[in-house]
């Protein structure tokens, strides 16, 4: 079983960087898929950003390219997201979800994660 937990969320201004950290406990995550999704209120939760577990493949959604960074340390058992530039269109509760895999693949899909974090809130000020 593994626990996950995002901290790092907050209110920013537009063009102010975040970094948002999701830690895990109750095993390691050093063989698991990651991905950052978000859900803004009214819309559909979507995927950011995925790392796969070796971290040497990684995905963006096409809006934050270039703007935000996966990254994980698996001595430290957590994931983060860095996110600059901010925009006001990136305000969402943002959860982490990770899930042990035994090829070294992207994931992009929701259903292929098992575990959850509770979410954390990303507010950006136009």
Request: net charge negative; with cysteine.
């Amino acid at each position: 079983q593994v626990q996950l937990v995002e901290s790092g969320g907050g209110l920013v201004q537009a063009g102010d960087p975040l970094r948002l950290s999701c830690a895990a406990s109750g095993r390691t995550l050093s063989h698991d898929a990651v991905g950052w999704f978000r859900r803004a209120p009214g819309k559909e939760r979507e995927i950011v950003a995925a790392v796969s577990w070796s971290g040497e493949y990684t995905y963006y959604k096409d809006s934050v390219r270039g703007r935000f960074t996966i990254s994980r340390d698996n001595t430290k058992n957590t994931v983060d997201l860095q996110m600059n530039s901010l925009k006001p269109e990136d305000t969402a509760v943002y959860y982490c979800a990770a899930a042990y895999k035994t090829d070294d693949f992207l994931y992009i899909d929701s259903s292929y994660y098992e575990y959850w974090g509770q979410g954390t809130q990303v507010t950006v000020s136009s």
